[in-house]
C-alpha cells in the first residue's frame, strides 16, 4: 500500500483560496489514481476530485467543478487540490485516496487513506 500524508490545511475566509498537498512514499506512484475526498462530522465522506495516472484525466463533484482543481506531480509523487472561492459548505476534513483502480478510488474503497487535513472556512 501507499503511505499518504496530506497538508496545506487551515483557516480562510469565505471567498479565500487554499492548496492542499498529498505526498505518497513506498510505491511507484504513478501506477496509482488518486483522489480527495471530504467528510463533516455526522455525515458521509463523499468524493471532491479525481485524477488519472498521468494527470491527464480529471473528475469532480458538482458542487466544487469551476472551483477546485486536481493536479499531480509524479517527479515529486504528490497530488493537489486547489480550492478557490471557498465556501462556507466546504469546510471539512479533506483527506487523500490512492488505488491502481480509479473506480475504487472514485466510489470511496481506495485501498490507502491519509488522516486527513482540516480546512476551515470562517469570517
Known amino acids: 500500500q501507499v503511505q499518504l500524508v496530506e497538508s496545506g490545511g487551515g483557516l480562510v475566509q469565505p471567498g479565500g483560496s487554499l492548496r492542499l498537498s498529498c505526498a505518497a512514499s513506498?510505491?511507484?506512484?504513478?501506477?496509482?489514481?488518486a483522489g480527495w475526498f471530504r467528510q463533516v462530522p455526522g455525515k458521509e465522506r463523499e468524493f471532491v476530485a479525481g485524477?488519472?495516472?498521468?494527470?491527464?484525466?480529471?473528475r469532480y463533484a458538482d458542487s466544487v467543478k469551476g472551483r477546485f482543481t486536481i493536479s499531480r506531480d509524479n517527479t515529486k509523487d504528490t497530488v493537489y487540490l486547489q480550492m478557490n472561492s471557498l465556501k462556507f459548505e466546504d469546510m471539512a476534513v479533506y483527506y487523500c485516496?490512492?488505488?491502481?483502480?480509479?473506480?475504487?478510488?472514485?466510489?470511496?474503497?481506495?485501498?490507502?487513506w491519509g488522516r486527513g487535513t482540516q480546512v476551515t472556512v470562517s469570517s
Open positions: 485516496a490512492a488505488d491502481t483502480s480509479g473506480s475504487a478510488v472514485r466510489a470511496g474503497a481506495a485501498a490507502s
Open positions: 513506498g510505491v511507484n506512484f504513478s501506477d496509482y489514481y
Open positions: 485524477v488519472s495516472w498521468s494527470g491527464v484525466t480529471t
